[in-house]
């Protein structure tokens, strides 16, 4: 079972739900060199606007739109991109 953020906690792209949209702040500590590096290189970088274009139940991998591609991501590598808000 999926834990819960506690109140305070940084927000992270798993947390978005369909419609919403965010901007990526960064990674957090625990995921590796390598993933970030990766996800760069397909426009997750700081800065970055991020749109949840679906999100399904039961745990299933999450859609999200940058930079006008779309990609699937599941929660283990999600929960570690640190996102806050565009105020659009």
């Not at 369909?18 to 901007?23: D, I, L």
């Not at 990526?24 to 590796?32: C, F, M, R, V, W």
């Not at 970055?48 to 999200?64: H, M, R």
């Not at 991501?73 to 659009?88: F, K, M």
């Amino acid at each position: 079972m999926k834990k819960t953020q506690p109140s305070g906690a940084p927000k992270t792209l798993w947390s978005l739900r369909r419609g919403e949209h965010c901007a990526i702040a960064g990674y957090d500590d625990l995921l590796a060199e390598a993933y970030k590096v990766r996800l760069m290189e397909f426009g997750f970088y700081p800065g970055e606007t991020v749109s949840c274009l679906q999100s399904p139940g039961f745990g299933a991998p999450k859609v999200y739109r940058v930079n006008n591609t779309i990609y699937s991501l599941d929660d283990e590598i999600a929960d570690h991109i640190l996102v806050e808000s565009t105020g659009l």
